[in-house]
T-cell receptor, first 115, second 114 residues
Framework: KQEVTQIPAALSVPEGENLVLNCSFT??????LQWFRQDPGKGLTSLLL?????REQTSGRLNASLDKSSGRSTLYIAASQPGDSATYLC??????????????FGSGTQLTVLP | ETGVTQSPTHLIKTRGQQVTLRCSSQ?????VSWYQQALGQGPQFIFQ???????GRGNFPPRFSGLQFPNYSSELNVNALELDDSALYLC?????????????FGPGTRLTVT
C-alpha cells in the first residue's frame, strides 16, 4: 500500500528566506509526483508535476526534485513571500486496484511566511 | 477551454440523508476520479470512472457510489450520511492514457453533515 509522508507538518519562516519542504513515499512504482498548493477553504492548485523519468522541474521561484529510487521529493521555495503562505501537498500517481491510476496524498505542510 | 467544474459549491445535509454531487470533466478527458478531503488531512481516493465503468476504488464503503455519463460527466452519491462524511469532495478529470498523464482538479464541493 502506497503511503506518503510530509515533513514538517508546519513551518513558519520570515519573509525572504529560502525553504525546503520534504515528501517521502513507500512504493517507487509511480507514474509521476505532483506538488499542490491549497489555500484555506479552497481547492487544489497544481504547482509542479515531475514524471517518473525526470529528476526535477522548475517554475519561477519553485523547484521540485524527485529521487524515485529512494522514495523522496523536495520542494524548494526561493525568496519566500507572505503570499506563499498556504498548505503544500505532495501526491504520487500510481496504479490502484483494478486498472485505475490514483493519487495518494500526504497530509501536507502548512507554511506561514511572516512579513 | 473549460476546466473541471463541480456543483454545488456548498451543501448542508442532515445525518441519514442522501446527497448527490456533480462534476463536469474537462473537454477531451474521459476519466473522472473522486477524492474526499477531511479537515486537516490530504485528499483520499474514493473511486475512478472510465468509459462509464468504475475501474478502481479506495477504502470507502458501498454507500459511496458513482456514475459516469456518455459525455464523461460524473456524479458521486452518498447514502445514509454520517457526521464523518463532512468534508471537501474533489473531482478530477484526466485525458486518455498515452498522453502525459495528469489529473486536473475542480474547485470542490464542501459538504457539511449535521
Amino acid at each position: 500500500k502506497q503511503e506518503v509522508t510530509q515533513i514538517p507538518a508546519a513551518l513558519s519562516v520570515p519573509e525572504g528566506e529560502n525553504l525546503v519542504l520534504n515528501c517521502s513515499f513507500t512504493d517507487s512504482a509511480i507514474y509521476n509526483l505532483q506538488w499542490f498548493r491549497q489555500d484555506p477553504g479552497k481547492g487544489l492548485t497544481s504547482l509542479l508535476l515531475i514524471q517518473s523519468s525526470q529528476r526535477e522541474q522548475t517554475s519561477g521561484r519553485l523547484n521540485a526534485s524527485l529521487d524515485k529510487s529512494s522514495g523522496r521529493s523536495t520542494l524548494y521555495i526561493a525568496a519566500s513571500q507572505p503570499g506563499d503562505s498556504a498548505t503544500y501537498l505532495c501526491a504520487v500517481l500510481h496504479l490502484s486496484s483494478g486498472s485505475a491510476r490514483q493519487l495518494t496524498f500526504g497530509s501536507g505542510t502548512q507554511l506561514t511566511v511572516l512579513p | 477551454e473549460t476546466g473541471v467544474t463541480q456543483s454545488p459549491t456548498h451543501l448542508i445535509k442532515t445525518r441519514g440523508q442522501q446527497v448527490t454531487l456533480r462534476c463536469s470533466s474537462q473537454s477531451g478527458h474521459n476519466t473522472v476520479s473522486w477524492y474526499q478531503q477531511a479537515l486537516g488531512q490530504g485528499p483520499q481516493f474514493i473511486f475512478q470512472y472510465y468509459r462509464e465503468e468504475e475501474n478502481g476504488r479506495g477504502n470507502f464503503p458501498p454507500r459511496f457510489s458513482g456514475l459516469q455519463f456518455p459525455n464523461y460527466s460524473s456524479e458521486l452519491n452518498v447514502n445514509a450520511l454520517e457526521l464523518d462524511d463532512s468534508a471537501l469532495y474533489l473531482c478530477a478529470s484526466s485525458p486518455p492514457t498515452g498522453t502525459a498523464y495528469e489529473q486536473y482538479f475542480g474547485p470542490g464541493t464542501r459538504l457539511t453533515v449535521t
